[in-house]
């Protein structure tokens, strides 16, 4: 018993670290591959980039490598002030899906994304797409830099 509780706190350990480095506030030094900004949603990330009229999410695992969009499905809550629109969002290929509504592109805006990848249970997300960030230098060979949190 004492060897379960030793192992059990062990794991509780190792998971915490990982949980800290897919925090919103580490992911937001990213430099992500489109330029959006990224979350952790259970086993994926999603990269939220934003235009005006339209929402695009890229989904990756947690090495970075793109998932497809085929049978994924999707919404985003966008909030702006008092604004709140329900925004669909469909497969748009490779990895991305999109979505197109009415709403103001604002520093303060707000995006809660809620997206079932082929089947799996819907994982949320919670964005603030066009809030400043401290975004570290795109490495040459990898949009991490030397950063290998990713492979575990």
Do not use: C, W
């Amino acid at each position: 018993m004492k060897l379960l509780h030793t192992l059990l706190a062990a794991a509780a350990l190792s998971f915490a670290g990982l949980a800290f480095a897919h925090s919103d506030e580490y992911l937001d030094t990213i430099a992500t591959p489109h330029g959006g900004q990224m979350r952790m949603a259970g086993m994926h990330h999603f990269e939220l980039v934003v235009e005006q009229g339209t929402l695009t999410v890229y989904l990756t695992d947690h090495a970075d490598q793109p998932v497809a969009s085929a049978g994924a499905s999707g919404s985003a809550t966008v909030l702006v002030g008092k604004n709140r629109s329900t925004i669909p969002l469909t497969p748009a290929g490779d990895n991305r899906l999109t979505g197109k509504g009415e709403f103001a592109l604002d520093a303060a805006m707000r995006v809660v994304l809620s997206i079932s990848v082929a089947g799996q249970p819907a994982e949320q997300a919670r964005f603030t797409p066009l809030a400043p960030r401290q975004v570290k230098a795109i490495a040459t060979e990898h949009s991490h830099g030397n950063d290998d949190h990713h492979h575990h």
